[in-house]
């Protein structure tokens, strides 16, 4: 299960950004904000708010089962791309994979056209 301090350690990693960098911007000691992110204390409201400001997020984003994801998905590997497509609701599942099985069955028909054309010439 990935705690809370696991995932304010990960968002602050993915931003670049130090230790002290967020501990001074949320003005509490940088020890302080290292037992945070070890889950030896749990922050409390006020500094899970600044936090959040730092990190230009929600305080409810903590929360949720990823955190929030930038997507840009032309900037993505396949993989990564189906990760993503994973983590959706299953009726928005059921839209993607509606929309590839598409895809695939015109670029078959457009191949099988393509082969018949090619043979009658």
Do not use: D, I, M, T
């Given at each position: 299960m990935v705690t809370l301090g696991d995932k304010i350690k990960k968002m602050?990693?993915?931003?670049?950004?130090?230790?002290?960098?967020?501990?001074t911007s949320v003005d509490i000691d940088r020890g302080q904000y290292s037992r945070i992110e070890t889950n030896k204390v749990e922050p409390t409201l006020s500094t899970l708010e600044k936090i959040a400001v730092a990190f230009k997020i929600e305080v409810e984003d903590f929360f949720k089962k990823d955190a929030p994801v930038t997507v840009d998905s032309f900037d993505k590997t396949v993989v990564e791309k189906v990760k993503i497509i994973d983590e959706l609701e299953p009726e928005q599942k059921s839209h993607i994979y509606a929309i590839i099985d598409m895809a695939v069955s015109n670029n078959r028909l457009k191949s099988t056209l393509t082969n018949a054309l090619s043979a009658n010439f």
């Open positions: 602050r990693e993915e931003r670049g950004l130090s230790q002290k960098e967020v501990a």
